[in-house]
C-alpha cells in the first residue's frame, strides 16, 4: 500500500464520481494539477447533485454571499436566497466557463470499485462502459443515501397520500387539503410552511424533539454569521481537538462566561421566535444542538407563520397509528389529514457497497477518516464532500479538493498509517465526549469549520489567517469569498498571483446536459 508516490507518475488518472457541489469543486482543483487526467462521473443526467431537483419550494438556507463557489460570487441581481432551480443553473454556469463540463460522464453509474496489485484502482459500471482503471478516486456521493420512510401502525387503513419530503414537487398535492408532516429538520419546517403557503386547507406539524433554529438576523439587527462564522464565534465553542495549552486554559477560565453567554442567546431565540408559546423551545443546549440537529432558520419565518396560526404545531409527541382520515397521537389527539410527509431524512451513505473488497465499516455514528477526507488503509482515494459537513458545504469542499490536489502534486505528504488512525481515535473520543449521537456525527464539523480549514491549509502550506489584521481576523465572519486563492490555486508563497489553468487535459465532449 503506497499513499505518497501518486505524484511520481508522468501522468496521474483521476477518476471523480458524483457531479454535484463536490465533484465540480473536486474538478475545479484537478483542472489547475499539472499531470493530471480525470473523468467525473454520475449515474444522473446532469450535473447538480442534490440541486438537481428536490421538494417544492426547496433551496439554500442561507444568503446568497454564504453559499456559492469560492472564486465566483452570485450575480447582482440574484434574490438573496436562491432557489434549487437557481442554484442548478449557476452550477452549470461555473462549469462551462472554467471548462470542466467536457470532463463530465453523466448517466454512468459506478457500481464497484476495486484495488489492483500495484495500488490502481478498476472501476466497474452498471450501465454499459468497459472497467477502467485509474491512479486516484475522489468520491464525491454526498453525505446521504436513500429517502428514510418510517412505518406506522394502521398505516394501510389511510385514504389519503404518504409523500416523503423529497416527493413534494408540485402545488396541487397540497392545494385545498389538510397536510401534516412528520418531523422538524429543515425539510420539515419547510414543507409545512409550503404547504401553508400553496393553498392547503391545513398544515399542522408533528415532531419528537425541538430543535433550535437560528434566526438570520439576531434581535432582527445582526447578521447570525457575525456570531457564528468567524473565530469569536468559534471561541465560545466547545474547544477544537486541537489547540494551544493556552487555549485551553483560556476555554477553561472563561467556561462560565461562555455558559452564560449560550443561556442569554437562548432567552434571545425564545423570545424572538415565540418558542414558548409554541411549546418549542428545545431542551438541549443550542451550543451543542448546532452539532446536531440545530438549522439555520428558513425565509420566509416558519415561524412567524405558526405564530399566527397558519401552522398547527404537535411538539414533544409521536405518531401512534392512522386512521383513515387522520393521525393518532401518543397523547390521544387526533390530528385530520389528507397528505402526510414525511420529512425524516435519509440513511447515510453506505461506502462498502461502493469499496466491496476493502475493509470499510460505519460506527454507529457514522464513518471516522483522516483530516475527513481518507481511510489510512485504502490508498489514493479520497472523500470530498461526502463524509463530512459544514454550515458551507460547497466551501467544504472546495477546501478538502485543493487539500486533494496539493497532495496529488506532492506538496505535502500524510503520515504513516499508524499515526493517522491514532489521529482518527482522537477524533472520535472529542466527538464522543459532548457532540450530541446522531448516525452522522463523525462527519459532523458544522460551526467549528474554520478550524478544520485551517488545519487543511496549514497542511499543503498555505495562508490560513486571510483577513489582514488581527481585529478583522477575530470578528469578521469567513465567507466563502475569504478562500477565493485557494480555489484560483494561488502559488502558496504568493496568494495574490494565480496559476495557468490546466483546463485542457482531457479531451472531448460533455455527456451531461447543461446550458451552454
Not at 198 to 208: L, M, T, V
Not at 260 to 283: A, H, N, T
Not at 372 to 385: A, E, K, L, R
Not at 471 to 494: G, M, T
Request: charged residues 20%; neutral net charge; aromatic residues 12%.
Amino acid at each position: 500500500m503506497n499513499w505518497n508516490k501518486i505524484s511520481n507518475k508522468e501522468e496521474i488518472h483521476v477518476a471523480v464520481i458524483g457531479a454535484g457541489v463536490a465533484g465540480i469543486n473536486a474538478a475545479r482543483a484537478l483542472s489547475q494539477t499539472p499531470k493530471v487526467r480525470f473523468t467525473v462521473f454520475d449515474k444522473t443526467d446532469s450535473i447538480g447533485g442534490v440541486w438537481r431537483e428536490g421538494y417544492l419550494g426547496f433551496g439554500i438556507q442561507t444568503p446568497k454571499h454564504m453559499y456559492h463557489f469560492p472564486d465566483e460570487p452570485w450575480p447582482k441581481d440574484t434574490p438573496n436566497f436562491p432557489s434549487g432551480k437557481q442554484i442548478q443553473d449557476y452550477m452549470e454556469e461555473y462549469a462551462n466557463k472554467h471548462g470542466l463540463s467536457k470532463h463530465f460522464k453523466c448517466s454512468t453509474e459506478v457500481k464497484s470499485i476495486t484495488r489492483n496489485k500495484d495500488d490502481t484502482w478498476t472501476l466497474m459500471f452498471k450501465n454499459g462502459p468497459s472497467p477502467q482503471v485509474f491512479h486516484g478516486v475522489v468520491v464525491c456521493t454526498g453525505l446521504y443515501g436513500a429517502p428514510k420512510k418510517p412505518l406506522f401502525a394502521n398505516e394501510n387503513l389511510f385514504k389519503g397520500n404518504v409523500y416523503h419530503s423529497s416527493q413534494f414537487l408540485d402545488p396541487s398535492m397540497v392545494k385545498g387539503k389538510k397536510v401534516v408532516t412528520i418531523g422538524v429538520g429543515k425539510s420539515g419546517i419547510d414543507l409545512a410552511n409550503h404547504s401553508m403557503l400553496n393553498g392547503a386547507e391545513s398544515s399542522d406539524i408533528i415532531f419528537r424533539k425541538a430543535h433550535w433554529f437560528v434566526p438570520q438576523k439576531i434581535l432582527g439587527l445582526v447578521p447570525f454569521d457575525w456570531a457564528t462564522f468567524n473565530r469569536f464565534g468559534g471561541a465560545l465553542l466547545h474547544p477544537y481537538h486541537k489547540i494551544s495549552t493556552f487555549s485551553s486554559v483560556l476555554h477553561a477560565i472563561f467556561s462560565p462566561i461562555k455558559w452564560l453567554i449560550w443561556r442569554l442567546v437562548e432567552i434571545i431565540f425564545s423570545l424572538q421566535q415565540g418558542l414558548w408559546g409554541l411549546g418549542m423551545k428545545p431542551d438541549t443546549r443550542i451550543e451543542l444542538d448546532a452539532f446536531g440537529s440545530g438549522q439555520l432558520e428558513t425565509n420566509p419565518s416558519f415561524f412567524k407563520a405558526a405564530r399566527q396560526g397558519k401552522i398547527g404545531i404537535h411538539a414533544g409527541v409521536h405518531v401512534r397509528e392512522f386512521k383513515e382520515n387522520s393521525l393518532v397521537l401518543d397523547n390521544g389527539k387526533e390530528v385530520s389529514a389528507d397528505v402526510v410527509f414525511l420529512a425524516t431524512g435519509y440513511s447515510p451513505s453506505d461506502m462498502s457497497m461502493l469499496f466491496p473488497q476493502e475493509s470499510i465499516e460505519s460506527d454507529t455514528d457514522g464513518y471516522y477518516l483522516y483530516r475527513h477526507i481518507v481511510f489510512p488503509n485504502i490508498p489514493n482515494v479520497f472523500f470530498v464532500g461526502a463524509l463530512s459537513d459544514t454550515f458551507s458545504n460547497i466551501t467544504n469542499s472546495a477546501i478538502q479538493s485543493r487539500w486533494v490536489a496539493e497532495f496529488i502534486k506532492g506538496t505535502h505528504s500524510l503520515p504513516d498509517e499508524g499515526i493517522m488512525r491514532s489521529e482518527i481515535e482522537s477524533v472520535k473520543a472529542w466527538k464522543r465526549s459532548w457532540m450530541p449521537e446522531s448516525p452522522s456525527r463523525a462527519g459532523h464539523i458544522q460551526l467549528h469549520q474554520v478550524h478544520y480549514y485551517d488545519e487543511l491549509i496549514k497542511d499543503f502550506g498555505g495562508e490560513h489567517k486571510r483577513m489582514g489584521n488581527p481585529i478583522s481576523e477575530f470578528l469578521k465572519p469567513y465567507h466563502p469569498v475569504a478562500y477565493k486563492k485557494i480555489v484560483d490555486h494561488a502559488p502558496l508563497n504568493a496568494l495574490q498571483e494565480t496559476i495557468i489553468v490546466y483546463s485542457d487535459i482531457v479531451d472531448g465532449d460533455s455527456d451531461c446536459e447543461v446550458s451552454v
